[in-house]
């Protein structure tokens, strides 16, 4: 196998650029006139409509897996599971008997094992719609099998873990607009009600001209598995995929990206340069970092700062803030003036004893299921490909900087011949280098 070098972050250019690097408007939060109607939202949904019954296949089907799975048949009637794909039978096994006790059995002949198994999967004629939802390593590939094979598609974040993967969906995604498949992502902020009220109200001149903002997603240290006997490396990589730069994008992308898809959005454009620094201390598996610290250039003056951390006992906490000139909003649930007195808030459902419940009426991991649905089913066509790619690259153009020490430009990172992981993926020992990045050491271009 290809020995891969973790220091060649930055690559040289493969690809002149598929009219999309300097694409973005400009930052559209000035004031204007109250109540414009904002374009370009999903629809909030009591359920999907009624229509031709769906039938879907899971690549992929570890715990988010079965969740994703389970939020699609939740979110409307007519939806039906009747397909698994995965490189573990155990995982399989585990899905299946979820399903099972839930009264919804999956066909054992329906059910592929292997790195080919997603092909098996896709090529049955019954399924309508895939569900991608493997280490996003896997995802270019997988969702590129899946438009080829007429599917619509559920493309989980983040949607790549290097610049080659990005330019792949965004192919794909062109792909798939170009003969009608509908595509939505696991971006579910953008499906949530109290989200997109906020972003109606900000679009609408609540807090003036956007001048900042900050995005933050700090947190306990996640899961890792200890290497098990009878384990071989790739096996121990995949089971453990969390861990490794090359199968999650490290956790800048895998989590934090939510965040910066915020601000993407609220801004209306993805940054034009990030500088920042990140670091590991605590780590005990894999190769990525414990903390990152980065500053996205918007341009014109704007600019976000976007941290993120994974270290136990430390304060955390999740979320986005947007300044403006005349206030500035927590992008969910509350807008405040420059003193810092209230000016909007959105309002939640009550209980029954009238007290505010805190929360959306459907959850956003279902309502991104019942848009996917609802676009399916009534032709209000959607593809979310490009946007949730734009913003990965964004994560990955942070995660870049702090490797690195460089400042990284969008032109740069766009361009990028970065690949991760072995040029050939398959069971048995892997020849890779997992060195912890080190900023400021010398860079192969």
């Known amino acids: 196998m290809q020995n891969i070098d973790r220091r060649k972050f930055i690559g040289k250019t493969a690809l002149a650029g598929i009219g999309l690097a300097g694409a973005g408007a400009l930052i559209t939060a000035c004031k204007r006139k ?41 979110a409307g009637p007519d939806l039906e599971i009747i397909a698994l794909a995965d490189v573990f039978q155990d995982k399989i096994d585990a899905c299946r008997e979820r399903f099972a006790s839930f009264n919804l059995p999956i066909p054992a002949e329906n059910c592929f094992v292997g790195f080919d198994g997603y092909k098996k999967l896709m090529a049955l004629p019954d399924i309508d719609v895939v569900l991608l939802t493997t280490p996003p390593q896997f995802r270019p590939e997988h969702f590129l099998e899946a438009v080829s094979n007429n599917k619509h598609v559920f493309l989980e974040k983040p949607v790549a873990v290097d610049p080659v993967g990005i330019r792949s969906v965004i192919t794909t995604g062109k792909k798939a607009e170009a003969i009608g498949l509908c595509v939505v992502t696991g971006t579910q902020r953008r499906h949530q009600e109290d989200y997109i009220e906020i972003y109606k109200q900000v679009m609408n001149g609540a807090i003036g001209t956007i001048t900042s903002a900050k995005a933050f997603w700090n947190q306990d240290h996640v899961w890792f598995r200890e290497r098990e006997a009878g384990w071989n490396d790739m096996e121990y990589m995949i089971r453990n995929w969390n861990n490794f730069c090359w199968l999650c994008g490290d956790h800048i992308l895998d989590t934090h990206v939510h965040n910066i898809d915020v601000i993407n959005w609220f801004m209306g454009k993805h940054p034009v340069k990030a500088i920042g620094y990140g670091g590991r201390h605590r780590r005990v598996t894999g190769d990525q970092y414990d903390f990152f610290s980065i500053d996205f250039d918007y341009g014109n003056g704007v600019s976000s700062h976007s941290m993120c951390r994974q270290i136990d006992s430390c304060a955390n906490g999740t979320g986005e803030v947007i300044m403006g000139t005349e206030g500035y909003t927590n992008c969910v649930n509350t807008i405040w003036d420059l003193k810092g007195n209230v000016k909007w808030q959105f309002e939640y459902p009550k209980d029954e004893n009238g007290n505010s419940m805190n929360a959306v009426k459907i959850p956003p991991y279902v309502q991104e299921h019942m848009h996917l649905v609802h676009a399916i089913r009534t032709g209000n066509y959607v593809n979310e490909a490009e946007q949730t790619a734009l913003s990965t690259l964004t994560a990955i153009m942070g995660r870049t900087a702090a490797y690195t020490g460089r400042a990284i430009t969008w032109d740069e990172i766009f361009k990028s011949d970065m690949d991760l992981g072995p040029a050939k993926i398959e069971f048995g020992p892997v020849d890779m280098v997992f060195e912890t990045p080190v900023p400021g050491t010398p860079v192969i271009v």
Do not use: C, H, Q, W
Request: proline share 10%; no cysteine; charged share 15%.
């Open 34 to 74: 109250p109540d414009v109607e904002v374009s370009g939202l999903p629809p909030i949904l009591n359920g999907a409509p009624k229509g031709k019954k769906l039938k879907a296949g899971l690549v992929g089907v570890g715990a988010r897996g079965t969740g994703a799975a389970i939020n699609f048949i939740s």
